[in-house]
């Protein structure tokens, strides 16, 4: 079996080989857990998934290590452990907001039907290993301590750079880059930082203070993983700074010795032709689509299935369209699969090409849909079952918020602002078609209303009628017109 990966150090798409076949290890950079993950944030935990998985079919699953981290220091984090402190020590206020939000991340990306790692370190954990680095580093003559900080000297590191393949002008140029008196190079970075009384901290040779962010993944990569591994990954934004800061740390704590072999990033997401910006509204996350985005709660497997759509190295537009006919491709499979067998079916040749070509997933829904279309449901049903995609109707249901007004609004308050869970009513029932989006609701509502201001009373009763059997009631009051679906 040939896997093809394409390597961002490396800039092409070689043949990969492990380093040993029986213990194929690969780092993932994870969660930083302050709030509840985004969108963008599910992408890599169902690219590397899928990964993890055809590298288990590949090379038993045994032989497979995982490990994607939990980032659980963090100034963002600080601040909002912070908020809540009140008389409580900082650390049991930091704690309680990481493990309630890792909770949160568990529970929406296991949802998409992703496996647990081999290892889900918390960098709270490990910063005893994280100090040793840093002594090791000062040690090698690649880091210095300044007012209380160590800082990693790039300049000790000839080939700083080499993966993003940047200049260091292009670096200083295109970074936030944090003046500092004490800094000996503009992009010195911090290795370690003093903590003040309302800061978490941690005792080390250089007082009381807290792990720069890179150190943290070179840390846990190198206690769960050893000095090198066979694969990184994580999304397109951490190639520079965090990715090349951790080759730079990894290696000047380990003789140069490589600190992964191939490196791969998946592209940018998008939210409905934009980037997602709470500002622009379309901030969206894992949480709201499994519970109620544009008026409808999603079943994790079609996000998972919609998801891989694209290839994993393109940029990506995450819409409402999409999602909808990638959750009615799955419901018409799992009509056909219902009472199939996958105990003995084997996965399609064709299907393990696509993915042993760069993970191309889009091919291997091409040669799915071919197999749809053959009528070799096995197969289809076994490749699915790679994919950690169900193809059950019960676990495909789809739900539509329903939009509350008045007393039974400020009811549900309390409710949504500590789940955020919407109130919802299930739509996916039998054969039954899905409802219209949200979006579509109030666009066809909007034109109703043009009728009616128009005195078009047949054009506007068109409208009523036929959202109507779609299971839309309309309520025209003082206020405007609502709706609610039909129970």
């Known amino acids: 079996m040939t896997i093809r990966l394409y390597n961002t150090l490396t800039k092409s798409k070689d043949v990969f080989v492990p380093i040993d076949p029986?213990?194929?290890?690969?780092?993932?950079?994870?969660?930083?857990?302050?709030?509840?993950?985004?969108?963008?944030?599910?992408?890599?935990?169902?690219?590397?998934?899928?990964?993890?998985?055809?590298?288990?079919?590949?090379?038993?699953?045994n032989h497979v290590t995982y490990v994607r981290n939990i980032t659980d220091i963090d100034d963002k984090i600080n601040a909002r452990a912070l908020e809540r402190r009140g008389n409580r020590e900082i650390l049991t206020a930091l704690r309680e907001l990481t493990e309630e939000t890792q909770r949160i991340y568990l529970e929406d990306v296991t949802a998409l039907g992703n496996l647990p790692p081999s290892y889900t370190p918390r960098a709270t954990e490990h910063v005893a290993q994280m100090i040793a680095m840093i002594a090791r580093l000062i040690a090698a003559g690649h880091a210095y301590v300044a007012q209380g900080h160590v800082l990693f000297d790039v300049s000790s590191k000839a080939d700083y750079g080499k993966l993003a393949r940047r200049s260091l002008d292009d670096m200083i140029a295109g970074a936030r880059v944090e003046v500092a008196p004490y800094k000996k190079n503009a992009t010195d970075f911090v290795l370690w930082k003093p903590s003040d009384e309302d800061t978490p901290g941690w005792e080390s040779p250089w007082g009381r203070g807290r792990p720069g962010w890179h150190i943290e993944c070179s840390a846990m990569a190198e206690e769960y993983l050893g000095e090198s591994f066979d694969i990184h990954g994580g999304g397109i934004d951490l190639v520079f700074p965090h990715h090349e800061n951790e080759i730079a740390q990894s290696?000047?704590?380990?003789?140069?010795?490589?600190?992964?072999?191939?490196?791969?990033?998946?592209?940018?997401?998008?939210?409905?032709?934009?980037?997602?910006?709470?500002?622009?509204?379309?901030?969206?996350?894992?949480?709201?689509?499994?519970t109620g985005w544009n008026g409808t709660a999603w079943p994790g497997?079609?996000?998972?299935?919609?998801?891989?759509?694209?290839?994993?190295?393109?940029?990506?537009?995450?819409?409402?369209?999409?999602?909808?006919?990638?959750?009615?491709?799955?419901?018409?499979w799992a009509g056909l699969l219902e009472h199939q067998s996958v105990s003995?079916?084997?996965?399609?040749?064709?299907?393990?090409?696509?993915?042993?070509?760069?993970?191309?997933?889009?091919?291997?829904?091409?040669?799915?849909?071919?197999?749809?279309?053959?009528?070799?449901?096995?197969?289809?049903?076994?490749?699915?079952?790679?994919?950690?995609?169900?193809?059950?109707?019960?676990?495909?249901?789809?739900?539509?918020?329903?939009?509350?007004?008045?007393?039974?609004?400020?009811?549900?308050?309390?409710?949504?602002?500590?789940?955020?869970?919407?109130?919802?009513?299930?739509?996916?029932?039998?054969?039954?078609?899905?409802?219209?989006?949200?979006?579509?609701?109030?666009?066809?509502?909007?034109?109703?209303?043009?009728?009616?201001?128009?005195?078009?009373?047949?054009?506007?009763?068109r409208i009523r009628d036929e959202l109507l059997a779609k299971g839309i009631v309309l309520k025209d009051g003082p206020g405007g017109t609502t709706w609610e679906v039909k129970r």
């Open 22 to 61: 029986k213990n194929v290890r690969m780092y993932v950079c994870g969660p930083t857990v302050y709030d509840y993950a985004h969108i963008g944030n599910a992408r890599p935990v169902i690219v590397f998934d899928v990964l993890f998985r055809l590298l288990r079919h590949a090379y038993g699953d």
């Open 251 to 290: 290696e000047g704590a380990h003789h140069d010795h490589p600190l992964a072999n191939v490196w791969m990033h998946n592209g940018f997401l998008n939210v409905e032709g934009e980037k997602m910006s709470k500002s622009l509204g379309n901030f969206v996350t894992i949480r709201e689509i499994l």
């Open 301 to 332: 497997p079609a996000v998972k299935f919609n998801m891989l759509q694209t290839h994993y190295r393109q940029p990506m537009d995450w819409t409402a369209a999409a999602l909808d006919e990638s959750h009615k491709t799955l419901w018409d």
């Open 344 to 461: 003995d079916a084997d996965v399609p040749v064709g299907v393990i090409d696509a993915l042993q070509d760069d993970l191309n997933t889009p091919r291997a829904f091409a040669e799915m849909h071919a197999l749809k279309k053959r009528g070799e449901l096995g197969e289809l049903a076994a490749a699915l079952r790679l994919f950690g995609i169900s193809a059950r109707r019960e676990d495909l249901r789809r739900s539509v918020s329903v939009p509350l007004t008045g007393v039974e609004a400020r009811a549900a308050a309390g409710h949504l602002q500590i789940t955020g869970h919407a109130p919802t009513v299930d739509i996916s029932g039998g054969d039954a078609p899905a409802l219209p989006s949200k979006l579509e609701i109030e666009q066809q509502i909007e034109i109703r209303n043009a009728a009616r201001k128009a005195r078009d009373f047949k054009e506007s009763d």
